[in-house]
């Protein structure tokens, strides 16, 4: 079995779990590589995959014999079969932060389950800590957003809008990525204050203040990187604030190590307009800063 | 109060609905223009909406006296304040098909609610009766993308990929409207046959078919249209299957009308790898065609 779901296993051996329905598409990949729609089952003695027509050809494209999971197509599934599935099972998980009120009451008709039990994020702890691989594609991720931000301090203009500069640091990573990771936010001015302000038709002007919050995607693991920078000069009065920031969030990286607890540090930071925010590998020792762009004052 | 407010009050007057939790936020903004993070409490006495410190100044913008929506900061809401919105209320309906059951369990606790009852998308079934305002925006998706499609017409060569195509779409709508309404497709040769392909960096070539499935967003309503076309002349085995499903596409386009059986009519068509699509506005007197691009063999 591949080595993520025979975690899965031992996991679900531990918490007496006889049965498991994974129904986040995420959750999915992390555990099989399975990039469609569709629906795990671990059932007493087998994996089961259950999806469509139009994505048999790609599953069996991924999945080998080592993984060790039988794919249905939907439309080969009886009613009987949903039955069958969990029938020895005497207690079946689901992902409770995931499927709606309404899938869970048909779930309960469909595979005649009678104790289903929260997983309380099982699989979504576990995908907190990172293997060699899934490190190596963040890495990859944060390397483009660091290129990408420098090409950006090269192209931004005032006069551009807002709306001009995050369409590049699209193309940059429609380019060189899988896309972006989320909405790219460039607030400038008035608007670098509204934390998620999406981008507006507003022209950069001089001596504003510009906020991106960047990150793209590779092989579906992002990065995720905030700057603040300057057009002209550094305004005296935000200077201190500035400062004031970047000690904080210099301070929190220092701090950080598995098993800080990751609220009370993050209470210090973001507290202004000015936002710096880095993607970071913690370790036992520390962290390990992943996003290397320049964080003293940027001018451009 | 606002109209669409008011119609979901006399929807649940008419089934005993006391109050009522709105979390999906294409509902949200639907039934107040709030394209926000929050939530929508209906209680017996007062409208609620309550977001955080981003989204504040946003929503106030966008609402007026005669809304009657109250506006709180999740701040400023205690734990008291959530048990005495419904305090009166002998039942409370909430989203089923969109609350996680996690979300549902939360809810019970926070508000004390002892009887939620299934709304079964009354507000989603409602959403399907446009206005004309809300066609008109629709309408203007549509238009949009004939002009896109016009263009593609011409811009697309052998040697391009399908990623390049896509992309040039996106970028029409990103200047034009609010981007895509979906994940561009783009699907050429042997990918034609796969409904959902993602575009690859395969490359046009002479006699490919290749089908487009394309949309765009304006104001937040959506286009969607299918169509394929053929590079340098329509192979002769491809004729009939075109045909037919044209035939198929008209005749549904002929027979749809309010109160007719979506189902049944649309088993009829897409059954091919040939693909048509269109976005229409069902009237109780027949269908209005909102996508107009060339439907009969198109050559480029």
Same mark, same amino acid.
């Given at each position: 079995?591949?080595?993520?779901?025979?975690?899965?296993?031992?996991?679900?051996?531990?918490?007496?779990?006889?049965?498991?329905?994974?129904?986040n598409p995420t959750n999915i990949r992390y555990?099989?590589n399975?990039n469609?729609?569709?629906?795990?089952?671990?059932?007493?003695?087998?994996?089961?995959?259950?999806?469509?027509?139009?994505?048999?050809?790609?599953?069996?494209?991924?999945?080998?014999?080592?993984?060790?999971?039988?794919?249905?197509?939907?439309?080969?599934?009886?009613?009987?079969?949903?039955?069958?599935?969990?029938?020895?099972?005497?207690?079946?998980?689901?992902?409770?932060?995931?499927?709606?009120?309404?899938?869970?009451?048909?779930?309960?008709?469909?595979?005649?389950?009678?104790?289903?039990?929260?997983?309380?994020?099982?699989i979504e702890k576990q995908r907190m800590i990172k293997d060699e691989e899934e490190i190596h594609s963040i890495n990859k991720a944060c390397n483009i957003t660091d290129e990408c931000f420098?090409?950006? #301090? @090269?192209?931004? $203009?005032? /006069?551009?809008?807002?709306? !001009? *500069?995050a +369409?590049?640091i699209e193309e940059y990573y429609n380019e060189r990525a899988e896309g972006i990771a989320f909405e790219i936010i460039v607030?400038?001015?008035?608007?670098?204050?509204?934390?998620h302000?999406?981008?507006?038709?507003?022209?950069?002007?001089?001596?504003?203040?510009?906020?991106i919050d960047m990150g793209c995607k590779v092989n579906g693991y992002c990065s995720d990187m905030t700057r603040?920078?300057?057009?002209?000069?550094?305004?005296?009065?935000?200077?201190?604030?500035?400062?004031?920031?970047?000690?904080?969030?210099?301070?929190? #990286? @220092?701090?950080? $190590?598995? /098993?800080?607890?990751a609220? !009370? *540090?993050s +209470?210090?930071?973001?507290?202004?307009?000015?936002r710096i925010e880095d993607t970071v590998q913690i370790?036992?020792?520390?962290c390990i800063k992943l996003t290397n762009s320049?964080?003293?004052?940027?001018?451009?």
């Open positions: 079995m591949n080595p993520k779901l025979q975690w899965l296993r031992n996991k679900m051996n531990s918490l007496d779990l006889q049965g498991m329905i994974i129904s555990l099989t399975i469609a729609e569709g629906i795990l089952l671990l059932t007493r003695k087998e994996n089961i995959y259950i999806t469509d027509g139009r994505y048999i050809e790609h599953v069996h494209s991924i999945l080998t014999i080592n993984d060790e999971i039988i794919v249905y197509d939907i439309n080969d599934v009886s009613r009987d079969d949903y039955e069958n599935f969990f029938m020895f099972c005497e207690n079946v998980g689901f992902e409770e932060n995931f499927v709606t009120y309404a899938k869970y009451k048909e779930y309960i008709r469909k595979y005649k389950i009678n104790n289903f039990v929260e997983t309380e994020n099982i420098h090409h950006m #301090l @090269e192209y931004i $203009k005032p /006069g551009m809008t807002e709306k !001009q *500069i +369409k590049e607030a400038s001015g008035e608007n670098s204050s509204k934390p302000a999406v981008p507006t038709d507003r022209k950069i002007q001089k001596e504003d203040i510009i906020i603040t920078i300057f057009v002209g000069k550094v305004p005296e009065e935000i200077k201190p604030i500035y400062d004031l920031v970047l000690k904080n969030q210099l301070q929190v #990286l @220092e701090d950080y $190590k598995d /098993g800080a607890s609220r !009370q *540090i +209470k210090m930071a973001g507290k202004y307009g000015v370790t036992k020792f520390g320049e964080k003293n004052y940027t001018i451009i």
